[in-house]
């Protein structure tokens, strides 16, 4: 308990100095340059503790709690025994599959329970005058980030290099960018940020590192990051892809007429 | 009374950080249950950490709709409708910066960072070495930010259209993955994703369409976007340019 409380008080400390500056940032801004009270002030205060507590929560749970799941799952699932290899049979990468469809169901699942997406996806639907459904848009993301964190964990397994497929990535936003509403294009670009959220981020770095551990031959300082990398690529290319699909489709239908 | 609705109101917030984390669980336990058929290690621990997590997510949050989302719109309001150049700009660098700084998942992966850099033999292993060289990487992850929200700021006074700064970044992301060193590459690419999860995208988001609302001829629903772009981009060369100074 003594050890809890102790570890409690100097992550608390240290979440008081990262906060610091968004402090100094309303203090100066408000009171100096606007030159105007700060408004709700208890409520504010109030809002900091919570904030400070919060975090430092967070960061005991993440280390007790998300990391060990995605180094434990990493773990489990990519064992030798797991597979069933014989001894000093080595694994193609094949073996691995469940590896895979462990990282596309983590992907889809908390993507399509992510509010932030469904906040972009309201606004796509407002944007484009209706032609963009909020679930379809939902429902593609989704399947786009499933589909990047298993080709995320085939990466790490087979050892290739990250920026290859950061490249070909770039080239079909590139493309689509050409070719998509020009109004929805600021709208997708955003939308790479809003799939990573909190949890997912230390769950899914924890299960990359751990996985190139695990993986003969692959090297956890080179190999071991780079999902959430794909995890931001593919919202991006689903929103854009989804976006002229549903233009086209509409353009069609008003020529059939 | 007051009590009483203060209590619903409590679990109702928690039922809600509970909903968020229930797809990760589902999967998870499956996992576990069909496919591994093991017990789970530590199980004990780890559900004691869900319970940190979910309980310090949720007043997180809370905390940030009391206090800084609201004062930080209004803000970002009131400094768009003055009209200040320069207080604008510093203003725009000074948000990206202290909220990335303050970034939960930021933190995470710095730390996993500075971990396997040690572990692999391209830092030392003293704790002294891990602390600065996580401390580092954020601060460097949140000057970029910084910039980037300064540019997002400026392309949204002058109209610049927000493609051909994407497609620059990108060829400058590539040629700083020439010249950066291995190690770093990964990292700086997750970097991207990173920055942009809980405090930022929504201040930063207000701060975007409060700028087109003031601005003439400007569609906060058009122009108010984009912001979030930058941000995902410039870390990444940042990073990369942080992982020259360390490992070269």
């Known amino acids: 308990m003594i050890n809890f409380l102790l570890d409690f008080f100097t992550i608390l400390f240290y979440t008081m100095l990262d906060v610091l500056p968004i402090i100094l940032l309303i203090v100066f801004f408000q009171l100096l340059v606007l030159k105007q009270p700060i408004p709700h002030l208890k409520r504010v205060l109030l809002g900091g503790i919570y904030v400070v507590l919060g975090l430092a929560l967070f960061l005991m749970g993440l280390e007790k709690a998300l990391f060990p799941i995605g180094e434990i799952m990493a773990n489990q699932l990519a064992s030798p025994s797991f597979l069933g290899l014989e001894d000093n049979a080595s694994a193609n990468w094949t073996d691995y599959y469940w590896i895979y469809i462990f990282a596309a169901s983590i992907g889809f699942s908390t993507t399509i329970a992510e509010p932030s997406l469904i906040a972009v996806a309201i606004k796509a639907k407002q944007v484009s005058a209706g032609t963009i459904s909020v679930n379809g848009l939902r429902i593609t993301v989704a399947i786009g980030v499933a589909f990047a964190l298993a080709l995320g964990t085939f990466r790490i397994i087979t050892g290739l290099p990250l920026y290859l497929f950061i490249l070909v990535g770039y080239i079909v936003v590139i493309i689509q960018t050409i070719f998509a509403p020009k109004d929805l294009i600021a709208l997708a670009y955003d939308s790479g940020g809003v799939t990573t959220s909190t949890v997912t981020v230390p769950l899914v770095t924890a299960l990359g590192l751990e996985l190139s551990g695990v993986v003969p031959g692959s090297n956890p300082a080179i190999d071991g990051f780079g999902l959430i990398a794909f995890a931001s690529l593919f919202p991006i290319i689903s929103v854009l892809g989804y976006s002229q699909f549903m233009f086209l489709k509409n353009k069609m239908s008003h020529i059939k007429k | ?248």
Do not use: C, H
Request: hydrophobic fraction near 60%.
């Open chain 2, 1 to 248: 009374m007051l009590i009483k609705t203060n209590i619903q109101l409590f679990f109702k917030k928690i039922k809600t950080a509970f909903l968020d984390l229930l797809p990760i669980i589902l999967v998870i336990v499956f996992f576990q249950a069909v496919v591994i058929q093991q017990t789970f290690p530590q199980i004990g621990e780890v559900l004691a950490g869900v319970l940190l997590v979910v309980f310090g997510l949720m007043l997180f949050i809370e905390g940030l709709e009391m206090g800084l989302f609201p004062i930080g719109e209004a803000m970002a309001y009131a400094l768009a409708k003055k009209g200040s150049l320069f207080w604008l700009l510093l203003f725009a660098f000074a948000l990206g910066f202290s909220t990335t700084i303050a970034e939960p998942a930021l933190l995470a992966i710095a730390k996993e960072a500075a971990k396997i850099s040690s572990e692999a033999g391209l830092i030392n292993s003293d704790a002294e070495t891990l602390k600065s060289y996580a401390l580092g990487l954020r601060i460097s992850v949140a000057i970029s930010v910084g910039f980037a929200i300064l540019i997002g700021v400026l392309r949204i006074l002058k109209g610049w259209p927000l493609y051909y700064l994407i497609i620059g970044g990108y060829v400058i992301v590539m040629l700083m993955t020439i010249i950066a060193p291995q190690e770093i590459i990964g990292l700086a690419y997750d970097a991207g994703g990173v920055t942009t999860s809980t405090i930022t995208v929504p201040l930063v988001t207000a701060l975007g369409v409060g700028l087109a609302n003031v601005i003439k001829g400007r569609s906060p629903l058009l122009d108010g976007f984009g912001l979030i772009a930058f941000a995902s981009l410039l870390p990444m060369i940042f990073v990369m340019g942080y992982g020259l100074f360390w490992f070269k």
